[in-house]
């Protein structure tokens, strides 16, 4: 079964540097989303992309962050200048078609020290 | 904004028991899933789910739109159903935005 990938699994950062989270969604889905999860909370949402425009955003998703689809598989979450309070689990989802289904990868575990 | 509440927020059960959690959302929605966070952090569907009954080996969930709530049944459970459950909803026009409550976390005893 096709499934979303994401890279690294885990990513160690010294606060004020810059950070891409890789995400490789399900090949034929076209819309894509961005969670974070603080440990030990609940899954919060960043960032909607369909047609290569955000959708839809957070008010967590300031000026420090952004996304790309680069060439047609990957997509990406770009963090400027992390903090320590960017420490989180970084989900990526993707969908076939706008109210559906959403597949979620295994996560990319931030660390900001 | 819609608020999304789950209830129990804990559960520990002995294996082979059956449990019901619950899921209550303030608005109308057209998305609704349910997840699966197991130990390793993983977030793994288990139904999409915005109105009516789905069943899938021993679970099975049930969505009353008009009420506002849905209902995941897990019967006779096993320790690999530990983990948090979530639900999640999206309204109408909202670019994919999914809203997910506090999780469930369920700790099932051999």
């Known amino acids: 079964e096709p499934e979303v990938t994401q890279t690294p699994s885990h990513q160690v950062t010294q606060m004020g540097q810059e950070v891409i989270l890789r995400c490789v969604p399900i090949?034929?889905?076209?819309?894509f989303y961005w969670y974070r999860q603080i440990l030990g909370q609940k899954v919060e949402f960043l960032v909607s992309?369909?047609?290569?425009?955000?959708?839809?955003k957070s008010e967590i998703f300031d000026d420090q962050f952004s996304v790309e689809r680069p060439d047609g598989s990957n997509f990406t979450l770009k963090i400027r200048s992390t903090k320590l309070e960017d420490s989180a689990m970084y989900f990526c989802?993707?969908?076939?078609?706008?109210?559906?289904?959403?597949?979620f990868g295994p996560g990319t575990r931030l660390t900001v020290l | 904004g819609i608020q999304v509440e789950q209830s129990p927020p804990d559960l520990i059960l002995q294996e082979g028991a059956n449990s019901t959690l619950r899921c209550n959302f303030s608005?109308?929605?057209?998305?609704l899933q349910w997840f699966h966070q197991n130990p390793w952090g993983q977030l793994i569907n288990l139904f999409y789910i915005p109105s009516g009954t789905k069943q899938n080996g021993r679970l099975s969930a049930t969505t009353v739109a008009t009420e506002r709530y849905s209902l995941l049944y897990i019967s006779s459970s096993q320790t690999t159903d530990s983990g948090v459950y979530f639900c999640?909803?999206?309204?109408?026009?909202?670019?994919?935005?999914?809203?997910f409550g506090q999780g469930t976390e369920l700790s099932v005893k051999p």
């Open positions: 999640a909803v999206e309204r109408d026009n909202q670019g994919g935005k999914l809203i």
């Open positions: 989802a993707s969908t076939l078609l706008g109210v559906d289904t959403q597949y």
């Open positions: 992309f369909y047609n290569n425009e955000i959708s839809e």
């Open positions: 090949s034929n889905h076209l819309y």
């Open positions: 608005d109308s929605v057209n998305n």
